[in-house]
């Protein structure tokens, strides 16, 4: 854990927003996910984490891996938790009023939540391999109990491993197989019946090296990679259990890509998006444009979800037809606003038109930056796009509005004096 800074407080508005967002995150947890500890512990582990997560997008964000790690140690082990994370700190994280001041935020912070993806794999791994081995324990001493007679050996054996997430094998002391289980039988991608006669050393050919990361050769010829998690003798047969590492890389590749996607359209999230920004505003001419369709909550409401997720799933299609032939990158931001960027764009009338006549039925109001300063931060050109939405709302479904600084420079106006 990072110690909090006395000297570096949050400001009133960012403490009572900090609590916001630990509801939020909490809530989008315990909503798709079983927690084992009681709501009001939960939430205090969360309001901890981001209390640590805000020194850490400061300092250096490499060190949320911890956080991930922590999450997993509250109970989170549903992979689902991680994605519920990422919806929650995405935009949470970029809109902390104490966070504002930070250079090259939205960068930073989504390098925080890779980190701590990363660290919520590798905990989750850690915790995968223990339990493993709890099971080898097990394993080892069924066998070790039964080892007089090569008959109970086999039938406790069978008894043990039956259900196991390892791949087991039995041998004699020349390493032909007597007994597999069926999950090392998908590893090497034979049935079962034919394992009996092989011996490991067809298939783990530098088993006796006794390197933990080993290479199998599977029955079509392939290679895959395992991890050797025991070779133990027992008596005058041998029990060699296996780890299947492709699965584990496969769930943090996973992982890492529900970090930076929307889990309904699978296209890149706000948080991804906004990086992308950053990193082109500097060194090319863009256009930002920020959709929101027009009666989304009437389709939601009236039709239900499955009707919304196939409304969203239709127009993250047809927004990425548009810009098929372009350097671009097609984003939903949440709820029913997407967003486009464009590297050297069209002029902003003619590529309006194109995406109403894409959308078709599908209306929706248009928010455009079109070609803004290199100096620009990330977040002013969203802020700029959203103002332009709001305006183009106000005129009606199936608008659009280019932004124009001297009318944000009134909407701010007219928001901080709505304010309260």
């Not at 689902?80 to 970029?94: E, H, K, R």
Request: hydrophobic share 40%; proline share 5%; net charge negative.
């Amino acid at each position: 854990m990072i110690a909090p800074r006395p000297e570096d407080p949050a400001p009133a508005g960012g403490s009572r927003q900090r609590e916001r967002l630990v509801r939020r995150w909490a809530s989008l947890v315990t909503s798709t996910s079983h927690v084992p500890l009681p709501p009001a512990e939960f939430e205090q582990r969360l309001a901890d984490m981001l209390d640590d997560l805000v020194d850490i997008v400061r300092s250096d964000p490499r060190l949320a891996v911890d956080c991930g790690a922590e999450l997993v140690e509250a109970g989170c082990t549903d992979p689902v938790s991680i994605q519920s994370t990422m919806d929650a700190l995405g935009p949470g994280l970029l809109t902390l009023p104490e966070l504002r001041p930070t250079d090259r935020l939205a960068d930073k912070v989504v390098q925080t939540l890779g980190a701590m993806a990363a660290g919520y794999a590798a905990e989750l791994r850690r915790l995968t391999f223990a339990q493993q081995e709890t099971m080898s324990v097990v394993l080892r001493r069924t066998l070790a109990e039964v080892q007089r007679n090569l008959r109970t050996v086999t039938t406790q054996f069978d008894h043990v491993v039956a259900g196991s997430a390892s791949g087991v094998a039995l041998t004699d002391q020349h390493g032909h197989v007597l007994r597999a289980n069926r999950k090392l039988a998908d590893i090497l991608g034979y049935p079962e019946t034919e394992l009996a006669g092989l011996t490991v050393f067809d298939v783990l050919p530098d088993l006796l090296t006794g390197r933990k990361n080993q290479t199998v050769v599977r029955k079509d010829g392939e290679t895959t990679q395992v991890t050797l998690r025991s070779l133990e003798s027992v008596g005058d047969q041998w029990v060699i259990i296996l780890e299947d590492r492709s699965e584990l890389d496969l769930l943090h590749g996973q992982l890492t890509h529900q970090a930076l996607h929307d889990m309904v359209t699978r296209l890149p999230n706000r948080q991804y998006f906004t990086s992308t920004l950053e990193s082109t505003l500097t060194r090319t001419a863009l256009a930002v444009y920020h959709l929101d369709l027009d009666g989304f909550k009437n389709v939601t409401h009236g039709l239900g979800r499955e009707s919304g997720d196939h409304l969203l799933n239709l127009t993250a299609h047809r927004l990425t037809t548009v810009v098929a032939d372009a350097k671009a990158m097609v984003a939903r931001f949440h709820a029913d606003e997407f967003a486009l960027l464009l590297e050297n764009p069209p002029d902003p009338h003619e590529m309006a038109a194109r995406i109403a006549a894409e959308l078709n039925e599908i209306s929706a109001c248009i928010g455009i930056v079109h070609r803004p300063q290199r100096h620009t931060t990330a977040t002013d050109v969203l802020a700029s796009a959203e103002l332009a939405l709001a305006r183009a709302k106000r005129f009606g479904p199936g608008q659009w509005s280019l932004a124009n600084p001297l009318e944000d420079a009134k909407d701010r106006e007219a928001f901080r004096r709505a304010l309260p």
